[in-house]
């Protein structure tokens, strides 16, 4: 049987055309100009600051119930002792998260001794120390965390949310 060799150069002549094209587009990025001063991108979505609470009213390990967004819009606060990544006031151990489970909408119970937060319905987990990440479960996203912060007079302020809650086509007002 006789071989083609055609139809194998042609082939070769289309890779190293498409290589030296794809080669070529990397030299020119590396050689643009770039902002070394770009503010980096956000998920976020901004609302309107609210006030949640005041610093003398949270107690270590115990979860402090709010609403946010929205009266319809359950969550907690919670002070947990240890400096945590998102954790504002002077030990930054207190951050905020919606208590609405994002796999079926259930609600969520804190558990102190692990600190993390339970959906009472198919048991997924959240670690509130790790910026509610999914540590068990069949939700697709993790826990929806508050952008909170703290006034000179100690007032606990929420002024957005990370992931999207549940139940909700956006979470824009």
């Known amino acids: 049987m006789k071989r083609c060799n055609n139809q194998v150069d042609a082939g070769r002549r289309r890779f190293l055309s498409g290589a030296s094209l794809a080669a070529a587009g990397a030299a020119v990025t590396t050689m643009l100009p770039t902002e070394a001063n770009a503010a980096p991108t956000s998920a976020r979505i901004n609302y309107p600051s609210n006030r949640l609470a005041n610093l003398s009213q949270l107690k270590l390990n115990e979860p402090f119930e709010v609403s946010y967004p929205d009266k319809d819009a359950p969550g907690v606060l919670l002070k947990l002792g240890t400096r945590v990544e998102g954790g504002i006031g ?41 910026a509610g990440q999914q540590i068990w479960g069949h939700a697709t996203q993790n826990l929806a965390q508050y952008a909170l912060r703290v006034d000179g007079k100690g007032d606990i302020y929420a002024d957005g949310v990370d992931e999207l809650l549940y139940g909700r086509l956006s979470n824009v007002l």
């Open 90 to 130: 002077p030990q930054g151990d207190i951050v905020g998260f919606s208590t609405v489970c994002p796999h079926k909408g259930f609600p969520l119970h804190y558990t102190a001794d692990d600190k993390t937060l339970t959906c009472t319905g198919h048991y997924a987990r959240y670690d509130c120390e790790k």
